[in-house]
């Protein structure tokens, strides 16, 4: 079994800055892809950002791009997910993702693809 947890969310204004961090447990961690989703109330679960197992492979929803960024290290066990210039849109809750398939370059979107998921982190933007 593998545990994920989140932390970083938090409230920030529109403008600023926050790093999402997300630990998964097990020794298996380098051979994860791992992706990020977020949901706003009232809406759907939507994928946000990817990276694969290698770190060689990311893919970004096109609405962040150029503003977050997402990055591993391996060596513990924990991703990461800098967003930059948020947004008020931005706000919602934000989850980490491990999905334990896939090559050197999978970078999975959908939430089906994912086995293991964390609680959530509350990231709210004022305007």
């Known amino acids: 079994q593998v545990q994920v947890v989140e932390s970083g969310g938090g409230l920030v204004q529109a403008g600023g800055s926050l790093r999402l961090s997300c630990v998964a447990s097990?020794?298996?961690?380098?051979?994860?892809?791992m992706g990020w989703f977020r949901q706003a109330p009232g809406k759907e679960r939507e994928f946000v950002a990817a990276?694969?197992?290698?770190?060689?492979?990311?893919l970004y929803t096109d609405s962040v791009k150029g503003r977050f960024t997402i990055s591993r290290d391996n060596a513990k066990n924990t991703v990461y997910l800098q967003m930059n210039n948020l947004k008020p849109e931005d706000t919602a809750v934000y989850y980490c993702?491990?999905?334990?398939?896939?090559?050197?370059?999978?970078?999975?979107?959908?939430?089906?693809?994912?086995?293991?998921w964390g609680q959530g982190t509350q990231v709210t933007v004022s305007s």
């Open positions: 990276i694969s197992w290698s770190g060689g492979a990311t």
């Open positions: 993702a491990a999905a334990n398939s896939g090559g050197l370059n999978y970078t999975p979107v959908r939430p089906d693809e994912y086995a293991y």
């Open positions: 097990g020794r298996t961690f380098s051979r994860y892809a």
